[in-house]
Nanobody, 116 residues
Framework: QVQLVESGGGLVQAGGSLNLSCAAS????????MGWYRQAPGKQRELVAS???????NYADSVKGRSTISRDNAKNTVVLQMNSLKPEDTAVYYC??????????WGKGTLVTVSS
């Protein structure tokens, strides 16, 4: 059973920065993409950023220009750096690893609260 462990969430002031990290408990072969999703209270889970095995990135419009996603293929880790945080970034952030054989792995989530 693969577990994804997220870290780096917490309380941040508006305008601040944070790094969210995610590590898999064991090596996952044939990773198609890694990414971060978030879910704010009363809203659906949405993609924040993703990165493919080839390094192609995709960002939600709401975080584009102030976020960077990176990955370490050998360590099966993915990091999301977010800058210029806004209160509307407040959400539970979930790590996702999508394997090429059709399996999605999810972390349990880490809460990010941005105070105004």
């Amino acid at each position: 059973q693969v577990q994804l462990v997220e870290s780096g969430g917490g309380l941040v002031q508006a305008g601040g920065s944070l790094n969210l990290s995610c590590a898999a408990s064991r090596v996952i072969f044939s990773i198609r993409a890694m990414g971060w999703y978030r879910q704010a209270p009363g809203k659906q889970r949405e993609l924040v950023a993703s990165i493919t095995s080839g390094g192609n990135t995709n960002y939600a419009d709401s975080v584009k220009g102030r976020s960077t996603i990176s990955r370490d293929n050998a360590k099966n880790t993915v990091v999301l750096q977010m800058n210029s945080l806004k209160p509307e970034d407040t959400a539970v952030y979930y790590c996702n690893i999508r394997a090429s054989y059709g399996v999605d792995y999810w972390g349990k989530g880490t809460l990010v609260t941005v105070s105004s």
